[in-house]
């Protein structure tokens, strides 16, 4: 008996994987996770401009560790959220730019695919079959005229099914993008808390040091440096990055007073804000 539609195994693993596979939302949209602090209000007050109808799209092959997002902090752009995910489809650069203009975002950097290994799964795949039975007889008539031989022959066509289990194999990639906005600049620095160490050689919880300085900005102007630790603005310490751009935005196109450790020394600078 076999089946009365040939199918390449080819095309029922293609055809599995598919069925598979169906459904399946766009991964950047679904590991979505903003930015610490980052709701649509503090977007809203930290970026330059309206979100453009279309995002710039840039392309990383590398690692989103600090000195990643640093770099775009000196060009001024803040993240507001990040997507990673693995997925064992392909996922296009539209559904990144699509998500980018859901939140918002000014500019999208999606990292090149990276495979993660593959798997193998097993799909049950029924496909209708037809069976025929060919008979064939003989009978003899006996008369008063003599014997007469009758030979019959017949076909029969019986349909039904066949259940093949189909072997997929599934190869799994790793994608990723990063969410940002062009901020207003105000000082122009990224900051971040103290660590302990730092914490035990400056004898105090407060401070943040500068993890990036936005070229161009006031910050730039007045060679605040990497590393630097902001002590106080205007006599009012700071203790997050929060607390101290709630700060800035009350001073927006004043001259402050910034206290800063610099290799164990003060430092003080008077700073121009942006507005």
Known sequence: MKPS??????????????????????GYQSTYRAATGMTPERIAALRANPPPAEPL???????????????????GYGVIG???????RGESDAAAIKQARAVGADL????????????TTH?????????????????TVYGSGGTATAVGNST?????????????TVNHTGYGAAFFIKQRLVLGVNTRALNDEE?????????????????GSAAYEADLLVGDIILSIDNHVVTTPESMNTLLDTKRGQSVNIKLSRQGKIVEKDVTLGT
């Open 123 to 139: 799909i049950p795949l029924t496909l209708p079959t037809t069976t025929t039975a060919y008979t064939s007889g003989t009978a």
């Open 156 to 168: 029969t066509t019986i349909h039904g099914t066949q259940t093949s289990i189909i072997p997929v």
């Open 199 to 215: 914490r035990a050689q400056m004898q105090t919880n407060k401070g943040l040091v500068i993890r990036a300085v936005v070229d």
């Open 108 to 119: 999208v950097v999606i990292a090149e695919p990276v495979h993660r290994g593959s798997s």
């Open 57 to 75: 799209v840039e392309r990383t092959s590398g690692k989103a560790d600090d000195a990643f997002f640093n770099a775009y902090n000196r060009r």
């Open 5 to 26: 539609i040939f199918v390449s195994m080819r095309f029922l693993s293609s055809l599995a994987t598919a069925i598979l596979l169906a459904g399946c939302a766009s």
């Open 82 to 88: 990040v997507a990673s995910f693995t997925s064992n």
